[in-house]
Nanobody
Framework: QVQLVESGGGSVQAGGSLRLSCAAS????????MSWHRQAPGKARELVAT???????TYTESVKGRFAISRDNAKNTVYLQMNSLKPEDTAVYYC????????????WGLGTQVTVSS
């Protein structure tokens, strides 16, 4: 497991942008699949985006074209650029990691709140 620390959350009006960052400890960052998840009040946690060590990305349908996940292996950091934010994007956003050889995410950050007002 690695330690993950998120930053960059906050409050923004609809249509605005935020950039989340997640810094990871250790020296195996390039071997980790990194991801962002979110959980809104009263809802189940959902996977938002993933990025492999080589930079391949996936997104949940509702954020395609608006969010972009990226990573900097030299800085052990993964980012989530969120544009055209909507009130329904309001949630606690969590960074998670898993080694490429594992199926489940086994390292999680504490989360950062994103609030989008209309």
């Amino acid at each position: 497991q690695v330690q993950l620390v998120e930053s960059g959350g906050g409050s923004v009006q609809a249509g605005g942008s935020l950039r989340l960052s997640c810094a990871a400890s250790g020296n195996i960052f390039s071997l980790l699949v990194m991801s962002w998840h979110r959980q809104a009040p009263g809802k189940a946690r959902e996977l938002v985006a993933t990025v492999s060590g080589g930079g391949s990305t996936t997104y949940t349908e509702s954020v395609k074209g608006r969010f972009a996940i990226s990573r900097d292996n030299a800085k052990n950091t993964v980012y989530l650029q969120m544009n055209s934010l909507k009130p329904e994007d309001t949630a606690v956003y969590y960074c998670a990691a898993r080694p490429t050889w594992k199926r489940n995410y086994d390292s999680w950050g504490l989360g950062t709140q994103v609030t989008v007002s209309s």
